[in-house]
């Protein structure tokens, strides 16, 4: 990927030794051209990177205006409500928004934001926290330079930028600080033996929650071997696999430990689960196991998905603002295109207090028996 503008058609009619006027009828494809020739060309158009004047020009104001919205998953309620704001805010300004799915997959999101590019999207927004490595970087950074040099932008929507200097807009909420907020409310509540339901090393949302797991604890006293994650990732599944083990478990993993589904700290009161649909299992998991919530442990979650309200009991939870967060994507990156790339807006968060919490039975916080 060069840094230089555009690359033109005469660039690739140079390339392919052809005259601009072959260049274009392979294009277009609408004109008989021989095979070899039509292999040369392509290949130039590929060598240099090539997007065809029909989509710039798509870009800057005529033809079609596409936003493309990139997804882990669309089963996912909080992705679900990313793209509703997205579709919705596009659909208000008379923009198409197309979405796709990659299941988690580089290659398949590469393939994706390559296709917007070639189709003229103007937005491709990718959702999301994700594994925050140096081949996430690579790509992100190519992702950035490839969309900016065909007249698009890219906004990270629910994820840091890997580096500040790439043209890319990033549109984010503030993870720790509603993490830090919720493990505060069961601190308040009398819980101390707290465990966090949900972690997944280097990805960048679960991250941030965890830190503000720890730092609650830490401005409440509590040194860093009260902290205990159980990194069993994110889904229902996950969470009332893990939150079973955790009971069957009703070990401790030690100081500091981070804990795997089968060790449990001692007589822990409460789960911090990383998502509401964790928490969805963990509340079937401790029903299974003859336990009440919050009478015998208290629940929370994170992102107050629709649901939430009407899971047995209503979940305690952070409300992040994840359809005003697809919205925020597109309304920002039009609105001031000049300056949006590289720049970084943060959506606040705030707790949703239902049922799930009460404080920790008599006689446990204080050494007796454990609930489990």
Known sequence: MTSKGRVTIREVAERAGVSMATVSRVLSGNHPVPASTRARVLRAARDLDYVANAHARALVGGGRKMVAVVLRQVTSPFYAQVAEGVEAEAAARGWLCLVGTTGGDP??????????????????????GVVEDDAYRERVAHYAQALASAGARLVLCGRPAPDPDIPALVVEFDNEAGARAITGHLLSAGHRRIVFLGGLPGNTALDARVAGYRAALAEHGLGPEAAHVVDCGLGRAAGHRAMTELLKAGGDPGPGDTATPDAA????????AGDDMVAAGALRAIADAGLRVPQDISVVGYNDI?????????????????????????????????????????????IVVRD???PPPPG???GGSTPV
Request: aromatic share 4%; glycine share 8%.
């Open 107 to 128: 290659g398949r999101e590469l393939e994706f934001v390559q296709l917007m590019r070639e189709e003229g999207a103007r937005l491709v927004i990718l959702v999301g």
């Open 265 to 272: 700290p001692a007589r822990f009161t409460a789960v911090f």
């Open 306 to 350: 629709p649901l939430a309200e009407d899971f047995n009991p209503p979940l305690t939870t952070v409300r992040t603002p994840a359809e005003e967060l697809g919205r925020a994507a597109v309304r920002i990156a039009l609105r001031d295109p000049e300056h949006a790339a590289g720049a970084h807006h943060l959506l606040g968060t705030h």
């Open 356 to 358: 799930s919490v009460q």
């Open 364 to 366: 446990i916080e204080d």
